[in-house]
T-cell receptor
Framework: SQQGEEDPQALSIQEGENATMNCSYK?????LQWYRQNSGRGLVHLIL?????REKHSGRLRVTLDTSKKSSSLLITASRAADTASYFC?????????????FGKGTHLIIQP | DGGITQSPKYLFRKEGQNVTLSCEQN?????MYWYRQDPGQGLRLIYY???????QKGDIAEGYSVSREKKESFPLTVTSAQKNPTAFYLC?????????????FGSGTRLTVV
């Protein structure tokens, strides 16, 4: 079963704008991770936030985690055409993901030039 | 450069055939994983292995088999028992410190039944 669910399923914005994607999950987690996938390619790890953290930054990426609401958000600031991709959240339960991450269905982000 | 290599990139299978997808990593990672991706379905876990000569079923293991004879290699066989094998298959690996580090993925194999 899917643990994480991203929202929205698709998002189209103008280059330079900020993009926000949300993820909700169902059970307790060790950490939550965000990945990017360009069309027909493998996934690339973007950022990991542990269950005892509330916010994390990496370059133009900002991730928040609210364990009381079982939700996370990914903010991409000053978007670029190269940010066009699908973005997935993934949750790790026991062992930080030793028995596999559980992925959501993804948000397809399109950056209009 | 270190990474994960999946081959072939495209694979065609006839009805009733078994096919094997290759996954090789030179990252010295202990754990390896196989995921299946269908359109609109996200990724679903097929099998995973945390150590050589040991592997566990994931959520959708039926119709698939794996082996882990070497740390670097984790091949996936799609058997004739898998009734709907057309999908994009992704292999991943991770280090033991999974609390702080994510997975590294290969570039995938697209399998089509003809």
């Amino acid at each position: 079963s899917q643990q994480g669910e991203e929202d929205p399923q698709a998002l189209s914005i103008q280059e330079g704008e900020n993009a926000t994607m949300n993820c909700s999950y169902k059970t307790s987690i060790n950490n939550l991770q965000w990945y990017r996938q360009n069309s027909g390619r493998g996934l690339v790890h973007l950022i990991l936030i542990r269950s005892n953290e509330r916010e994390k930054h990496s370059g133009r990426l900002r991730v928040t985690l609210d364990t009381s609401k079982k939700s996370s958000s990914l903010l991409i600031t000053a978007s670029r055409a190269a940010d066009t991709a699908s973005y997935f959240c993934a949750t790790a339960t026991s062992g930080g993901g030793a028995d596999g991450l559980t992925f959501g269905k993804g948000t397809h982000l399109i950056i209009q030039p | 450069d270190g990474g994960i290599t999946q081959s072939p990139k495209y694979l065609f299978r006839k009805e009733g055939q078994n096919v094997t997808l290759s996954c090789e990593q030179n990252l010295n990672h202990d754990a390896m994983y196989w995921y299946r991706q269908d359109p609109g379905q996200g990724l679903r876990l097929i099998y995973y292995s945390q150590i050589v000569n040991d592997f566990q079923k994931g959520d959708i293991a039926e119709g698939y088999s794996v082996s882990r004879e070497k740390k670097e290699s984790f091949p996936l066989t799609v058997t004739s028992a898998q009734k709907n094998p057309t999908a994009f298959y992704l292999c991943a690996s991770s280090i033991q410190d999974r609390i702080n580090y994510g997975y590294t993925f290969g570039s995938g194999t697209r399998l089509t039944v003809v």
